[in-house]
């Protein structure tokens, strides 16, 4: 008997399932009990052709229809995906591993969502005109062409759905790649595209590793890269797109702050930083895992969260209770496991967790240092795990210096019942997504991204638009040429 999780075939182009069996294989694991669910095969050469020729040839075609027929379309797949929620739920936690308390509403909810709303825009896109005496100039938003994304394994289905759906929007086709860890998702996103009336071509999905992102990017035919991952890769693959000269969005990692006043509410603050260490288990790239706390709060704040962080349930993720989940793969649980101990080595205490779970699969207990300084590894390096530290602070200009003494500027959190403090620490943070006595909300409404070496562009909101599509500018002369 084949899984539930086993997809039709690897790859789907052109409108269909297609498989080639003599790309290199490679494993699904699930993540919570180590077992082989699935087999996909990598793209070999003749599929990255037949996805890229199969995008390029649809894409004008695509782009001529009325932004209303194509937004209806996508609205559409956000009608089924939010019909089929349980069930893509259930896939994307053997995708991931995350808890299905998790994926029911953060997944392919998230991706109808975006659906719903770039559909809802299609039919909006429109230039201006600028009066120029008897003369006039307008301007074209058109599409940018064939695009490529490029997806991390955390949230397969929702990085599958934040890019197509600006981009199918706005008339542009796509061959999107997902992270080789979690290949499944993407190929559902696909499918049901298709079911909800998108031409051949204009979606599609390629398996791989790092080596087939490389050659869809090198790609002449390729007019723009869409990444989400680590700054890392971002820098290899935005290197590789501008010998192209081609239009990037990177959407990369973060070591962000979150800054937590005296004033503040303590339960919300430690609800706060629990959102943003420890749902998916840490696997978020806007995660706030440098926790400055002022002195005065710092005991109390400490022993309330580790209440809190005691109450996690681990356990079966297909199990409703369990709020908790393993690391996506083994090697992950590795790097943070060797993160953990380096923290304990540097000298930061440990309140609680710091081990792997006495279980099978890829589970990390959750983990809380405090007395974190500024050089130690732990607060300067991404983790991308269940790895809180609590770093002290005494004033408001001294946080703000230490906050944003790092290369990455994804995201901020701040939370004190001061607001005009709020506004000028937010003001002065250099970061690309921020909060105020919240953290890590991320409607599609709201633009999403980061400065420095967390990226380049916004995903979500009208913003996306424009890193979606570009200007034609046109001047219209109602006399003669004077030449
Ligand atoms: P990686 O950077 O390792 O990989 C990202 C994707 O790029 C994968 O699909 C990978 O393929 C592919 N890739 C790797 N090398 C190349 C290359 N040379 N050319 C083209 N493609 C390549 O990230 P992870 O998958 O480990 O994801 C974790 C990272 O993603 C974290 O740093 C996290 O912060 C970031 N992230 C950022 C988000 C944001 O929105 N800012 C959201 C979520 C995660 P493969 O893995 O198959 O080899």
Redesign the pocket.
Same mark, same amino acid.
């Given at each position: 008997m084949t899984h539930p999780a086993q997809p039709t075939a690897s790859h789907f182009i052109n409108g269909q399932y297609v498989e080639d069996k003599a790309g290199t294989p490679i494993p699904v694991i699930y993540a919570a009990s180590g077992e082989e669910i699935a087999t996909v095969y990598a793209a070999t050469p003749a599929i990255v052709e037949q996805a890229l020729a199969g995008g390029k040839a649809a894409q004008k075609a695509w782009a001529k229809m009325t932004g209303t027929e194509r937004g209806r379309i996508l609205r559409r797949a956000a009608d089924i995906l939010r019909e089929r929620n349980y069930d893509l739920s259930v896939l994307e936690t053997y995708d991931t591993g995350k808890p299905l308390q998790e994926t029911l509403v953060a997944d392919a909810t998230s991706g109808a969502d975006s659906l719903e709303y770039f559909g809802g825009l299609a039919g909006s896109l429109t230039g201006e005109h600028i009066p120029m005496g008897e003369d006039w100039v307008y301007t074209i938003r058109e599409a940018i062409g064939l695009c490529v994304g490029?997806?991390?394994?955390?949230?397969p289905t929702q990085i599958a759905c934040w890019k197509a759906a600006p981009a199918l929007a706005c008339g542009n086709t796509m061959v999107f790649?997902?992270?080789?860890?979690t290949p499944l998702c993407a190929l559902k996103v696909a499918e049901i595209l298709h079911e909800a009336g998108l031409p051949a071509g204009v979606f599609n999905v390629v398996q791989?590793?790092?080596e087939v +992102? *490389?050659a869809l990017?090198t790609d002449p035919r390729v007019n723009k890269v869409s990444?989400?991952?680590?700054?890392?890769?971002g820098k290899?693959?935005y290197a590789?797109a501008a010998a192209g000269m081609k239009h990037v969005t990177m959407?990369? +990692? *973060?070591k962000s702050p979150l800054i937590v006043f005296e004033d503040a509410d303590i339960d919300n603050a430690v609800g706060g930083a629990i959102n943003g260490n420890f749902y998916s288990s840490g696997q978020?790239?806007?995660n706030g895992t440098r926790v400055f706390v002022q002195k005065g709060i710092k005991e109390k704040f400490l022993a309330r969260l580790a209440e809190r962080v005691g109450n996690a349930v681990i356990g079966d993720p297909l199990d409703d209770a369990t709020s908790f989940c393993p690391m996506v793969s083994e090697a992950q649980m590795n790097i943070v496991l060797g993160y953990i101990e380096k923290g304990k080595e540097e000298g930061a205490r440990l309140i609680c967790g710091g081990a792997r779970c006495d279980r099978p699969g890829w589970y990390l207990q959750p983990t809380v240092f405090a007395d974190v300084t500024d050089d130690m590894t732990i607060a300067r390096e991404?983790i991308?795990g269940p790895v809180m530290s609590v770093l002290d602070f005494d004033s408001e200009d001294e946080v703000v210096v230490r906050a944003n003494d790092t290369e990455f500027g994804?995201s901020a959190g701040v939370f004190t019942k001061d607001f005009t403090r709020a506004h000028r620490v937010i003001g002065n943070l250099e970061a690309g997504s921020c909060f105020i006595n919240s953290y890590n909300d991320a409607p599609v409404e709201a633009p999403?991204?980061?400065v420095k070496a967390?990226?380049v562009g916004r995903?979500n909101s009208k913003e996306a638009l424009n890193h979606f599509s570009q200007v034609k500018s046109v001047y219209v002369r109602m006399g003669d040429v004077e030449a």
């Open positions: 490029i997806g991390a394994w955390n949230y790649k997902p992270s080789e860890a791989g590793l790092g +992102g *490389g990017v990444l989400t991952g680590s700054a890392p890769t290899k693959v590789a959407e990369l +990692g *973060g978020v790239c806007s991404e991308f994804l999403f991204g980061g967390s990226g995903e």
